[in-house]
C-alpha cells in the first residue's frame, strides 16, 4: 500500500437506527431506509446495478439482518445483492469471501457488536483487499451502521457506560479496521446520550476528531476527506485540537476528568466537514434536503 | 436595586442526586449529604449556627422533602433549621415568610418542578428580599438543588426531551428568578443525557454561558461570578460566544440545527470557572479534594 496517496473510495458511516431499547439493536437497522439512508449509500456505489455485499458479522443473529438488507436493498431495485456471512478469520479468508469482496461496488457492515468486526475480519485478506480497494478504487463504497461504522476507525469505542462519562475509565478503546484513523466514530449518539464517552476518547486521543452520529443519519465521506451529512438527524463533531487543558493522561481511573475548550459542531443535512482543515462549511439555510 | 454593583452573596447550584427513574426524584435530594456538597453550603453559610430557611416548593412531596433537609441540617450539626413551605403567591406574601427570608443566613430551594418556584415565588416580596440580600449581604447564600439550581436563572430551562435534543423546540425556556442572569443552568446532567438541550438553550441565548451539573456536583458561586466546583462529579460549561455559526433563530421548530465552534469545558472538583473573563483555572493534580 502506498503511503499518502489520495484516497479514492467514500465511506458512509450511519449511526444507527431509533434506539428502542435493546443494545446495538441491530433488528431496527434497516427502518431508516425510508429516510433515504441506504438510498444514498447505493447512489453512491453507482445505482441499482452496483454489486453489493452486506456483512453481517457483527450481529448476533446474523441470517436475520443479512436477509432483511437482501429485502431493504431489493426494494431500492438493487439487482445484485449478497449476503457474506463472516463468523470467523477463517471464513474471512475463503475463495468465496475474497472474489466477493474484490468484486463489490459496495460492502455494507451490519450493527450489533463492532469488536466482533475486529476480531473476526481484522488482519485477514479481506481486511487488506478492503483497505486496498478503498484506497485505489474511484466510487468503492464501504457502508456501515452502528457497529459497522464504529469500526472503520482505528481507535474504535468498544463501549462504555453513558452514565459514569467522563470518569475516566468509562469508556473501552479497541482497534478498529483503521479505514480513516483520523476519527474516532460513535452512533446512536443522541438517544443514549454519549457525550460523555466520545468526550473521553478525544481526551485520550486529543490528535482525532471525533464524529458522533445520531439516529437515522450518516456522513458520506469522500477521499478520506471531505464529509457531508445524510439523513434526519445531527453529527457532533469534536475537535480536541483546540484543547488547553486536558489531564486524561495522567488521571487515575475513576477519577473526574477536566477538559478545557474542547471545540464542538453540531452539524445537520447538507453540512460539510473537511477533516484535513478541520473547519465547517454549513449548508444555506434555504438549501433542500438531500 | 442598585445596577453594577458587585454582588455580595453566594450562590450554590446543585445537579440533583443519582437519577433512579422517577422524573426530578426529588425525595432522593439528600443523599448527596454523604458527599459533602450540604456541608460545604453550611460551611459557606457561617457553620452550624447559621440560619437556615428550606423553601420545599418546587417539591410534589412538600412536607417529606421539608423533613428530610430538617435531619440532614441537623445530621450535620446545624441548629437552626426551619422550613418555609410555599404553596401559593400569598404565602410569599405573609409576614412569616418574610421575617424568615430577611434573617435567613441561608436559603436552600428544594427539587422538583422548577416553574412551580417561579410560578410561587417569583414577582413577590420574598423574591425581592431575596434579590436585594443576594447582592448587599456578605456570606447570604441561596443554594438549590435540581429545580433548586435552575430557577437561579433568568432564562430558565423548564424542560424538554432529551432524546429529540438538537432539533429546533425540543427544550422549554421560561422565566426563572434572575439571580444569575449571566447563566442558563441545567442539572441531571449526565445520567440524563441533557447536551442537546443545554446546546439547543445556549443556541437560543448565546451570549449566556450554560452550566450542566452533573450528579451530586455543585458550583459554589462568589460575587456573582467566581465558580469552584464541589462534589464527585463534573460541570459541563457551554460558552457561545466562539460560535461561527447558529442557524437556531431562522430555523423551524422541528428541524435539526447547526452550530459551528462550540466551546465546551468539562470541569471537575475544584476547578475554577470565571463568568466574566469565561477563563478556566484548573486545579493541580495533586491538589487534595475539597
Same mark, same amino acid.
Given at each position: 500500500?502506498?503511503?499518502?496517496?489520495?484516497?479514492?473510495?467514500?465511506?458512509?458511516?450511519?449511526?444507527?437506527?431509533?434506539?428502542?431499547?435493546?443494545?446495538?439493536?441491530?433488528?431496527?437497522?434497516?427502518?431508516?431506509?425510508?429516510?433515504?439512508?441506504?438510498?444514498?449509500?447505493?447512489?453512491?456505489?453507482?445505482?441499482?446495478?452496483?454489486?453489493?455485499?452486506?456483512?453481517?458479522?457483527?450481529?448476533?443473529?446474523?441470517?436475520?439482518?443479512?436477509?432483511?438488507?437482501?429485502?431493504?436493498?431489493?426494494?431500492?431495485?438493487?439487482?445484485?445483492?449478497?449476503?457474506?456471512?463472516?463468523?470467523?478469520?477463517?471464513?474471512?479468508?475463503?475463495?468465496?469471501?475474497?472474489?466477493?469482496?474484490?468484486?463489490?461496488?459496495?460492502?455494507?457492515?451490519?450493527?450489533?457488536?463492532?469488536?466482533?468486526?475486529?476480531?473476526?475480519?481484522?488482519?485477514?485478506?479481506?481486511?487488506?483487499?478492503?483497505?486496498?480497494?478503498?484506497?485505489?478504487?474511484?466510487?468503492?463504497?464501504?457502508?456501515?451502521?452502528?457497529?459497522?461504522?464504529?469500526?472503520?476507525?482505528?481507535?474504535?469505542?468498544?463501549?462504555?457506560?453513558? =452514565? &459514569?462519562?467522563?470518569? !475516566?475509565?468509562?469508556?473501552?478503546?479497541?482497534? /478498529? %479496521?483503521?479505514?480513516?484513523?483520523?476519527? +474516532? #466514530?460513535?452512533?446512536?449518539?443522541?438517544?443514549?446520550?454519549?457525550?460523555?464517552?466520545? =468526550? &473521553?476518547?478525544?481526551? !485520550?486521543?486529543?490528535?482525532?476528531?471525533?464524529? /458522533? %452520529?445520531?439516529?437515522?443519519?450518516?456522513? +458520506? #465521506?469522500?477521499?478520506?476527506?471531505?464529509?457531508?451529512?445524510?439523513?434526519?438527524?445531527?453529527?457532533?463533531?469534536?475537535?480536541?485540537?483546540?484543547?488547553?487543558?486536558?489531564?486524561?493522561?495522567?488521571?487515575?481511573?475513576?477519577?473526574?476528568?477536566?477538559?478545557?475548550?474542547?471545540?464542538?459542531?453540531?452539524?445537520?443535512?447538507?453540512?460539510?466537514?473537511?477533516?484535513?482543515?478541520?473547519?465547517?462549511?454549513?449548508?444555506?439555510?434555504?438549501?433542500?434536503?438531500?
Amino acid at each position: 500500500m502506498k503511503i499518502m496517496q489520495k484516497i479514492k473510495g467514500t465511506l458512509i458511516p450511519i449511526g444507527g437506527n431509533e434506539d428502542k431499547g435493546i443494545e446495538e439493536s441491530e433488528i431496527y437497522t434497516l427502518e431508516f431506509i425510508d429516510d433515504g439512508i441506504l438510498f444514498h449509500v447505493v447512489e453512491a456505489a453507482g445505482g441499482v446495478d452496483a454489486n453489493i455485499v452486506v456483512i453481517p458479522t457483527a450481529s448476533s443473529i446474523p441470517v436475520e439482518v443479512g436477509e432483511n438488507y437482501l429485502t431493504a436493498f431489493s426494494t431500492l431495485g438493487c439487482k445484485h445483492v449478497e449476503v457474506l456471512d463472516i463468523r470467523s478469520k477463517e471464513d474471512s479468508e475463503t475463495e468465496h469471501a475474497i472474489e466477493l469482496i474484490k468484486n463489490a461496488d459496495c460492502v455494507m457492515l451490519s450493527g450489533g457488536d463492532q469488536s466482533k468486526i475486529t476480531d473476526k475480519i481484522g488482519g485477514t485478506t479481506i481486511h487488506s483487499i478492503l483497505i486496498e480497494r478503498y484506497k485505489n478504487d474511484e466510487g468503492f463504497v464501504i457502508a456501515g451502521t452502528s457497529a459497522g461504522a464504529m469500526v472503520m476507525a482505528n481507535e474504535m469505542i468498544a463501549g462504555g457506560s453513558a =452514565s &459514569e462519562s467522563f470518569i !475516566k475509565g468509562a469508556v473501552n478503546m479497541y482497534k /478498529g %479496521l483503521g479505514l480513516i484513523p483520523e476519527l +474516532i #466514530i460513535d452512533t446512536h449518539f443522541i438517544r443514549r446520550g454519549r457525550f460523555g464517552r466520545q =468526550s &473521553e476518547a478525544v481526551a !485520550k486521543f486529543p490528535n482525532l476528531i471525533g464524529f /458522533g %452520529l445520531a439516529e437515522d443519519t450518516g456522513m +458520506i #465521506i469522500r477521499n478520506g476527506n471531505e464529509c457531508t451529512v445524510i439523513g434526519s438527524g445531527m453529527v457532533i463533531v469534536f475537535d480536541g485540537s483546540t484543547l488547553t487543558h486536558n489531564n486524561e493522561k495522567i488521571l487515575k481511573e475513576g477519577t473526574p476528568m477536566t477538559m478545557a475548550n474542547l471545540t464542538i459542531h453540531v452539524l445537520s443535512n447538507g453540512d460539510e466537514y473537511n477533516i484535513k482543515t478541520r473547519k465547517v462549511k454549513v449548508l444555506p439555510i434555504e438549501a433542500p434536503f438531500i
